[in-house]
């Protein structure tokens, strides 16, 4: 694990542009194989380093023609979207639930706004859920 991080890290202060392809790839890994794994410990943190990584390369980032900074937000969008899709199982909503809260609340370049989004989009649908069985 250690020689995944380190290489990841060097690679992407190397090339910053390599941040993005990097998470795209992980995050297909992310959601297909760890959020659905028990008892992950070490291998989620992989895409969480990534997205703090794009973070130190910001000052060269920022002066290429791509897409803004945002891949801890695009992270934390998948969270939500997983928590919400009905059609996904109970336990790996709650698991895309934990993931949400423990990133959102540790990670320390994710920006309040973000955390605030986060929390508000949870409440909107947890909101239209408890509406929902008023109906029933």
Not at 6 to 28: H, I, K, N, Q, W
Not at 50 to 66: D, R, Y
Request: glycine share 2%; aromatic share 12%.
């Amino acid at each position: 694990m250690r020689l995944l991080f380190e290489y990841t890290e060097a690679s992407t202060l190397a090339d910053p542009s390599l941040t993005p392809e990097l998470y795209r790839v992980f995050s297909r890994v992310f959601e297909s194989l760890i959020l659905i794994t028990h008892k992950s410990k070490f291998v989620q943190f992989l895409l969480l380093h990534l997205c703090g990584l794009e973070n130190k390369a910001l000052p060269v980032l920022s002066s290429m023609e791509e897409a803004p900074l945002t891949l801890y937000r695009d992270f934390a969008a998948s969270l939500i979207n997983i928590i919400v899709d009905p059609y996904r199982a109970t336990v790996t909503r709650q698991t895309g639930a934990c993931y949400l809260a423990s990133f959102v609340s540790r990670a320390s370049f994710v920006c309040p706004e973000t955390a605030c989004e986060c929390i508000c989009a949870l409440l909107r649908w947890a909101d239209a859920y408890m509406q929902s069985l008023e109906a029933v």
